[in-house]
């Protein structure tokens, strides 16, 4: 068991601003008219993934942190929740303006044991899309009177973009995904999110969502501070690995498949998103066929594997 991927069903999720590009380009059995997220490796309370294959089958990911630490490197029983969090989101509306707490303000205010830190893979663009990231304020105090003003146009950076580009949103960042736009979003395993501006639109009901302008403004970073990653590629086989971001929560890369490799295991887990093509890896003495829209973990305890076949996949890790 030790030694097996734990592949993972997506939990979906609802959202305004949804659509179904999630079925159409993914193949998903989407729910919803308006589904905007897949929770494709989860152990959050609000949609936890669950197991499909093995001895933990049907089991979800938070039971397998519980009851299994071994299988990814857990210190101690009492170690926080699982810390990180995969999800696919099509944004077939503009999404809101929002930002979120470090681990501070979220244990102190909400409760809650981690902030929000994330990054975005895109996977698709359509022409024109472009996202938020930032804001042109100096001060605090010329912030929160853009807010309270409504000077959207004036205090919001917008950055256009197209597939295959990658953006680092520690906490503290007001962001946006625009219309148009499909990632995969790697965070801490989080669900606080404070909204700063919804274009004044109306539900099911009529009604406007809420925001949340008052613990915007206390968590916003000001002035805005561009988040820069050094991107490093190496090649080892036929697998060409792109390094994109290192940081304190978790460290993403880029694997680009074209043949074979045999690789070590050397994290206290990896979660792997196939996010084209397909492979096959052997772990343990067993191989699993890999395909656009698998997810899995490698658990601590994988020793050597391979993947041969053509694919691209995002993976990351806690550092």
Same mark, same amino acid.
């Not at 938070?62 to 099509?90: C, I």
């Not at 690995?241 to 498949?257: I, M, N, T």
């Given at each position: =068991?030790?030694?097996?991927p734990?592949?993972?069903?997506?939990?979906?999720?609802?959202?305004?601003w949804?659509g179904q590009?999630?079925?159409?380009?993914?193949?998903?059995?989407?729910?919803?008219?308006?589904?905007?997220?897949?929770?494709?490796?989860?152990?959050?309370?609000?949609?936890?993934?669950?197991?499909?294959?093995? =001895?933990?089958?049907?089991?979800?990911?938070?039971?397998?942190?519980?009851?299994?630490?071994?299988?990814?490197?857990?210190?101690?029983?009492?170690?926080?929740?699982?810390?990180?969090?995969?999800?696919?989101?099509?944004?077939?509306?503009?999404?809101?303006v929002?930002?979120?707490?470090?681990?501070?303000?979220?244990?102190e205010?909400?409760?809650?044991?981690?902030?929000k830190?994330?990054?975005?893979y895109?996977?698709?663009?359509?022409?024109?899309?472009?996202?938020?990231?930032?804001?042109?304020?100096?001060?605090?105090?010329?912030?929160?009177?853009? =807010?309270?003003?409504g000077?959207?146009?004036?205090?919001?950076?917008?950055?256009?973009?197209?597939?295959?580009?990658?953006?680092?949103?520690p906490?503290?960042?007001i962001?946006?995904i625009?219309?148009?736009?499909?990632?995969l979003?790697?965070?801490?395993?989080?669900?606080?999110?404070?909204?700063?501006?919804?274009?004044?639109?109306t539900?099911?009901?009529?009604?406007?969502?809420?925001?949340?302008?008052?613990?915007?403004?206390?968590?916003?970073?000001?002035?805005?501070?561009?988040?820069?990653?050094?991107?490093?590629?190496?090649?080892?086989?036929?697998?060409?690995?792109?390094?994109?971001?290192?940081?304190?929560?978790f460290?993403?890369?880029?694997?680009?498949?074209?043949?074979?490799?045999?690789?070590?295991l050397?994290?206290d887990?990896?979660?792997?998103?196939?996010?084209?093509?397909?492979?096959?890896?052997?772990?343990?003495?067993?191989?699993?066929?890999?395909?656009?829209? =698998?997810?899995?973990?490698?658990?601590h305890?994988?020793?050597?594997?391979?993947?041969?076949?053509?694919?691209?996949?995002?993976?990351?890790?806690?550092?």
């Amino acid at each position: =068991m030790n030694k097996q991927p734990i592949f993972l069903q997506p939990v979906f999720q609802e959202r305004i601003w949804g659509g179904q590009k999630l079925h159409t380009d993914y193949d998903y059995d989407v729910p919803f008219e308006k589904t905007g997220e897949a929770w494709v490796i989860s152990a959050h309370p609000n949609g936890p993934s669950t197991i499909t294959n093995g =001895m933990l089958k049907g089991k979800t990911l938070k039971d397998a942190w519980e009851e299994h630490g071994e299988l990814f490197n857990k210190k101690k029983e009492t170690d926080e929740e699982y810390p990180l969090l995969v999800k696919m989101l099509d944004a077939n509306d503009d999404l809101s303006v929002q930002v979120h707490p470090d681990d501070q303000f979220a244990r102190e205010i909400e409760g809650q044991p981690y902030g929000k830190t994330e990054c975005w893979y895109v996977l698709e663009a359509e022409p024109g899309a472009e996202l938020i990231l930032g804001h042109h304020a100096v001060t605090r105090e010329e912030l929160e009177k853009m =807010m309270d003003s409504g000077q959207w146009g004036d205090l919001l950076q917008r950055v256009p973009v197209t597939a295959g580009d990658f953006f680092y949103v520690p906490s503290g960042t007001i962001h946006a995904i625009g219309k148009g736009i499909v990632i995969l979003e790697t965070q801490q395993s989080s669900d606080i999110t404070y909204r700063v501006y919804d274009y004044d639109r109306t539900d099911a009901k009529g009604e406007k969502r809420e925001l949340h302008l008052e613990r915007a403004k206390q968590v916003t970073t000001v002035p805005h501070q561009p988040a820069h990653t050094e991107q490093e590629e190496r090649v080892n086989g036929g697998l060409t690995e792109k390094r994109l971001v290192e940081a304190d929560y978790f460290c993403v890369a880029h694997w680009q498949l074209d043949g074979s490799v045999s690789r070590k295991l050397t994290e206290d887990f990896l979660q792997v998103s196939v996010i084209s093509g397909q492979a096959e890896l052997t772990a343990g003495e067993e191989s699993y066929h890999l395909e656009k829209g =698998m997810h899995f973990i490698l658990p601590h305890q994988t020793g050597e594997y391979s993947l041969d076949g053509s694919a691209q996949f995002v993976v990351s890790w806690t550092p």
